[in-house]
Each structure stands twice: as C-alpha cells, then as structure tokens.
C-alpha cells in the first residue's frame, strides 16, 4: 500500500494546517515544527509505503502509521496501488464517475474500485415507462455493466410526456427493444438484454430473478396489483435488493428492500379491513381509477433518487437510505420531503428469520 493524498486546498497560518476537501468539513491540525506539512507534501507525491516515509521524515512507522490512520478516517486517503489502473479511455469516459467517488475512497477501497464495482454489476429493470425510462440514463450514465429490460407495450404518445428514452419516430415500437437500443447507443461497452413481456404470476418473476442472478432489481411496474409483493418476495429469497419508486396523485416515494437486514414489503399491514382513516383511503385509492399523472420532473425526480439507492447497493460507496425507510416526496408542497419507517416483522412469511 501507498497512501496518496486526494486533490484538496491547504494553507499554513502560524502552528496550524488548515486542509479543506470539501466546504463542509475543515480539518485544522497543530504542526509548529512543519513534520506533518513534510508528511503532506510527500503524500501528495504518493509511490512510498508507510515504512518509506518514515524513513523520509526520519520517524518511527508507528508515528507515521498513526497519522496516515488519522488522516484515512478523514476520508483524505487513497492507496496509490488501486489507482491509474483504467484504460485511458476508460478513465476520460467515466472522468466525472471518478471525481465523484473519488470523495468516497479510502486506503481500503479507491475511486477505482469503485467504479470497477459497478462496471462488474448487473441490474435488472422492470418496466421502461415513466420511472426506469429515467432510472435507465442514470444507471447507463454511472457506468453499469449490465442491464436486464422488461417491459410489455409499446410506444405510445401519451408517453412523451415522461419517457425521454423515445423518439416521435418510435411510436408504435415495442418499448423494451427501443429502451435498449438507447443504451447500446449510448454506451455500446453496455451489456444489454432484453425480456418482451409482462409479469403474470409470482412464479414467472422468481424464475426471472432466479434466471438472470441481477445485483439489483429496480422495479417501476404498477400492474398487476400484487406486483409489488411477488417482487419483494422473489428478490428476498434469492437475496437481491429490490429498489422501487412510484407516485400517488400529489406525492411520491421511493424505497427499497436489503433482504436480511431491512424489513420487507410483505412486514407492511394490509389496509384492507383497517378501520385507520388514512389506510382505508389507500385502499379506496388503489381500488379505484388510477389515471397516470406523471409528469416529465416528477419522474425525473423519482428516477434520481432509485438510481441514487442503486448506486448505494452496486457499490457500498454509502449504506442503502431507503431500505424499509420510505422517502416521501410532496408535489403540492414545493416537493419537500419526509421519511416514514417500517417495522420488521419477525413473523414475517418472506422475510421473517432471515
């Protein structure tokens, strides 16, 4: 291992070191005889061991050993090992992927181990429409090495008010071929599949997730009813996060379900039968007419904040925020937002005892 410092501002104002990474955080540190600027300099350098920069500062490897620990649980570090390892054409296409995560590395895990991580992942999309047809950019964008695409219909012109993956010339294409052909287009190092079809049982969506072994299962299907439900228990069997995002009239949420360590979405009462005024309204809602009111910014919206807790999964570069923690978002109230919780269920039939 060789540290390396990350690009950061630093200045000296009498015995202290001022270093800033990023706004929010400063890190001042006391260093009246300039060893730990000497130390500095020579990780921004980076190419010596702990051992060689002892030898360099003229310090034990305990002491040097101890500030590199320091300086690494700020998040200041990286192993200089894991880096400048990308094709060079890798390195320029995911440029940005890499300053992103890039805040993220540490001595244990690089900017590039990041990326590789999901380079080497595979997602599986169900539905292309108005929430995946978002979703789908983002997860192209970061660099996903795989896509599994489901979707039943076909293009329509009700859908251009939403689903930017289409074009007018489109209409009347089925969408999960022309969701693909976007990607391939856009990434052709993309690996994609393609499943023309709707989900009509439990049965049929295990084996789908049985088959196709995804890292993620990021969920935008509406339909059948039960829908939500043989996902969640497919994916919690076979071990796979199932991330999900949807919207009621003037509200919408996203969520997501780490099998074995968040509740599930079967730990969730029913309303039906519940005399709770808020339960039966969701139940008098889901029962009744749903025409889709999603809007281009509201799916756009949803669509980040899925691709956001994919990410979380694909690469551990963060914990999952959603998972059995509902975020809610408020469309008629300048889209502020809340967050519910669920409670795991112990007894639960899908994920109790797990």
């Known amino acids: 291992m060789r540290p390396r410092l990350k690009t950061l501002a630093r200045e000296r104002a009498g015995d202290e070191l001022r270093l800033v990474y990023d706004p929010r955080d400063r890190l001042v540190l006391t260093d009246p005889e300039g060893?730990?600027?000497?130390?500095?300099?020579?990780?921004?350098?980076?190419?010596?061991?702990?051992?060689e920069l002892a030898?360099?500062?003229?310090?034990?490897?305990?002491?040097?050993?101890?500030?590199?620990?320091?300086?690494?649980?700020?998040?200041?570090l990286e192993d200089g090992d894991s880096l400048g390892l990308l094709d060079p054409?890798?390195?320029?296409?995911?440029?940005?992927?890499?300053?992103?995560?890039?805040?993220?590395?540490?001595?244990?895990r690089s900017r590039e181990d990041l990326l590789r991580r999901l380079r080497e992942s595979h997602v599986l999309v169900l539905g292309t429409g108005g929430l995946n047809s978002n979703t789908i950019p983002h997860l192209a964008g970061l660099g996903v090495g795989k896509m599994t695409l489901l979707d039943r219909d076909t293009v329509?012109?009700?859908?251009?008010?939403?689903?930017?993956?289409?074009?007018?010339?489109?209409?009347?294409?089925?969408?999960?071929?022309?969701?693909?052909?976007?990607?391939?287009?856009?990434?052709?190092?993309?690996?994609?599949?393609?499943?023309?079809?709707?989900?009509?049982?439990?049965?049929q969506l295990d084996e789908l997730v049985a088959r196709t072994r995804p890292d993620v299962v990021a969920s935008g299907i509406d339909r059948p009813a039960q829908i939500d439900l043989w996902v969640n228990a497919a994916c919690v069997r076979?071990?796979?996060?199932?991330?999900?995002?949807?919207?009621w009239v003037t509200s919408g949420t996203v969520w997501s379900v780490a099998p074995g360590v968040s509740?599930?979405?079967?730990?969730?009462?029913?309303?039906?039968?519940?005399?709770?005024?808020?339960?039966?309204?969701?139940?008098?809602?889901?029962?009744?007419?749903?025409?889709?009111?999603?809007?281009?910014?509201?799916?756009?919206?949803?669509?980040?904040?899925?691709?956001?807790?994919?990410?979380?999964?694909?690469?551990?570069?963060?914990?999952?925020?959603?998972?059995?923690?509902p975020l809610i978002i408020d469309f008629a109230g300048g889209?502020?937002?809340?967050?519910?919780?669920?409670?795991?269920?112990?007894?639960?039939?899908?994920?109790g005892g797990r």
């Open 35 to 51: 060893t730990v600027e000497k130390l500095l300099d020579l990780l921004e350098q980076g190419g010596r061991t702990v051992e």
């Open 55 to 76: 030898d360099e500062l003229s310090l034990p490897v305990s002491d040097v050993s101890a500030a590199v620990a320091a300086l690494d649980a700020e998040r200041l």
């Open 89 to 108: 054409g890798d390195a320029e296409r995911h440029f940005s992927n890499l300053a992103f995560f890039e805040s993220f590395g540490t001595l244990r």
């Open 156 to 203: 329509d012109p009700r859908n251009f008010a939403r689903q930017y993956l289409y074009r007018w010339d489109d209409v009347g294409s089925r969408k999960v071929e022309r969701a693909a052909d976007w990607v391939r287009a856009f990434d052709p190092s993309i690996e994609v599949e393609t499943v023309d079809m709707g989900v009509e049982s439990p049965e």
């Open 238 to 247: 076979h071990g796979v996060p199932f991330v999900r995002g949807g919207m």
């Open 263 to 325: 509740a599930c979405r079967a730990c969730v009462p029913p309303s039906a039968g519940s005399d709770s005024p808020d339960l039966a309204a969701i139940r008098l809602y889901r029962d009744g007419p749903r025409p889709n009111r999603g809007i281009g910014p509201v799916a756009g919206l949803l669509g980040a904040y899925g691709a956001f807790e994919v990410l979380r999964y694909l690469t551990g570069f963060e914990p999952p925020v959603y998972a059995g923690r």
């Open 335 to 351: 889209c502020a937002t809340s967050r519910t919780e669920w409670t795991r269920d112990p007894d639960c039939e899908v994920c």
